[in-house]
Nanobody, 121 residues
Framework: QVQVVESGGGLVQPGGSLRLSCAAS????????MGWYRQAPGKERELVAG???????DYADSVKGRFTISRDNAKNMVYLQMNGLKPEDTAVYYC???????????????WGKGTQVTVSS
């Protein structure tokens, strides 16, 4: 069984920084794409940033230049460094990973339960 668990959320003042971490564990053969999504109250879940197994990254326009996604393939972890946080960044942040388990050719999508990020003075 595979688990994806986020950590690192919290309350921060505007302009501040937070670093989110996400760990994948269990029966894992390989992890393909990993990404961070967020969902604010009353809004749809949106992609914040994604990273391939080779390190190629993609960002939502709203976070470019402020957020940085990275991963540690040896530890099955992905990180999101968030700088210059704004009140509109307030949301529940979810980790997503495309994971191939032993014996399977295709990967499956796994989600964490989310971590709350609140940006407020």
């Amino acid at each position: 069984q595979v688990q994806v668990v986020e950590s690192g959320g919290g309350l921060v003042q505007p302009g501040g920084s937070l670093r989110l971490s996400c760990a994948a564990s269990g029966s894992i053969f390989s992890i393909n794409l990993m990404g961070w999504y967020r969902q604010a109250p009353g809004k749809e879940r949106e992609l914040v940033a994604g990273i391939s197994s080779g390190g190629s990254t993609d960002y939502a326009d709203s976070v470019k230049g402020r957020f940085t996604i990275s991963r540690d393939n040896a530890k099955n972890m992905v990180y999101l460094q968030m700088n210059g946080l704004k009140p509109e960044d307030t949301a529940v942040y979810y980790c997503n990973a495309d994971i191939t388990t032993p014996g399977w050719y295709y990967g499956m999508n796994y989600w964490g339960k989310g971590t709350q990020v609140t940006v407020s003075s």
